[in-house]
């Protein structure tokens, strides 16, 4: 029987989650880390009751399961010490307790380094400040000041490379562990192996990416859509809008598993895609949210075309309560 570590990570498996993760590995040396998901973060806490420390980065809680997990974490703080570290917006139902660290104004990277400071060599911050710009959130105080530190040009070369290699890398979990692993030492990403040629390889398939979506978005009134684009999810989204020229863009992979769409959405406008999908996606039996400008979906293959309607409905009228509030007017 392999014997575990004391202490459990479990974090998001995008930039911002690899550096949560990183920066509690620093701080946690001798720990096992795990790539979750909020779909998923209730399942993988079956492996936690071994654990003495139970850390969990960056993963959002879902409306629909937000109370189920509540319960099984309130149970793990028996006989664990456990630290929930997350800047999604929280459900309506929010949990007021010690043991969540909550902040929607900064990135999950900030937010760690800040719970964790104590265990932290202060060069850590170079790593949140990776995941800052992975998840826009660079412009904070915090990551401001402490970007001073170092070259700012520096910092967006090795953290576009992290980025770029991590989108690349996709679900392969054991790459981005073996990655996270030097991170959380502060090895700069451009020194890790193979993490140059994952970067190059996905620049090129974005760009390939970027000029395909341009002959397959699909536009509705407020929002430019694209399905199975056989690529980045976020970075469709982001091409989705751009080719339709729309505000807000979609972007839907078919999960023959699942038997349903799991979607990332990006927003130039003013409208909450939180707010839209944890009010719209529960209607056609599925989940959704995550922050205002940036959020996913999981929506069952049978309500996929009426989800769509229904949601442009929504961005629409959002749109027109946006422009009547600013105009002065009820």
Request: net charge neutral; aromatic share 8%; proline share 3%.
């Amino acid at each position: 029987m392999v014997k575990r570590n004391e202490t459990l990570i479990l974090t998001h498996g995008d930039s911002d989650g690899v550096c949560s993760g990183a920066i509690a590995k620093s701080a946690y040396p001798n720990s096992d880390i795990y790539f979750t998901s909020p779909v998923g973060v209730f399942d993988d806490l079956r492996m936690t009751d071994s654990y003495k420390n139970i850390i969990i980065c960056d993963i959002a809680v879902d409306e629909k399961s937000c109370m189920r997990l509540y319960e099984r974490l309130e149970e793990l703080v028996e006989h664990s010490d456990l630290m929930y570290i997350d800047h999604h917006p929280l459900p309506r139902k929010c949990w007021d307790v010690d043991w969540l660290h909550h902040d929607t104004s900064v990135c999950a990277s900030e937010l760690t380094y800040k719970a964790l400071e104590g265990r932290l060599h202060k060069d850590m911050r170079r790593v949140a400040i990776y995941g800052a710009i992975g998840d826009y959130y660079d412009n904070t105080p915090s990551i401001k000041e402490w970007t001073l530190d170092w070259d700012k040009r520096s910092l967006f070369f090795q953290a576009g490379t992290l980025i770029q290699a991590l989108i690349f890398a996709g679900r392969d979990y054991d790459f981005k562990r073996k990655l996270l692993l030097p991170l959380s030492r502060d090895t700069i990403p451009s020194e890790i192996p193979d993490i140059l040629n994952f970067a190059r390889l996905g620049s090129k398939l974005e760009e390939n990416l970027r000029l395909r979506i341009r002959k397959q978005v699909k536009v509705l009134d407020s929002l430019a859509y694209v399905v199975d684009p056989k690529g980045y999810m976020s970075k469709s989204a982001i091409y989705a809008a751009a080719s339709g020229m729309r505000g807000v863009g979609l972007a839907a992979e078919y999960r023959h598993r699942k038997h349903a769409y799991d979607m990332s959405l990006r927003s130039r406008d003013t409208v909450d895609l939180n707010m839209i999908l944890r009010e719209v996606a529960p209607k056609y039996g599925g989940t959704g949210g995550g922050h205002a400008s940036a959020a996913g979906a999981r929506i069952p293959r049978e309500s996929f075309e009426d989800f769509i309607r229904e949601l442009d409905k929504t961005i629409s009228r959002e749109k027109h309560k946006t422009r009547l509030i600013e105009n002065g007017e009820k």
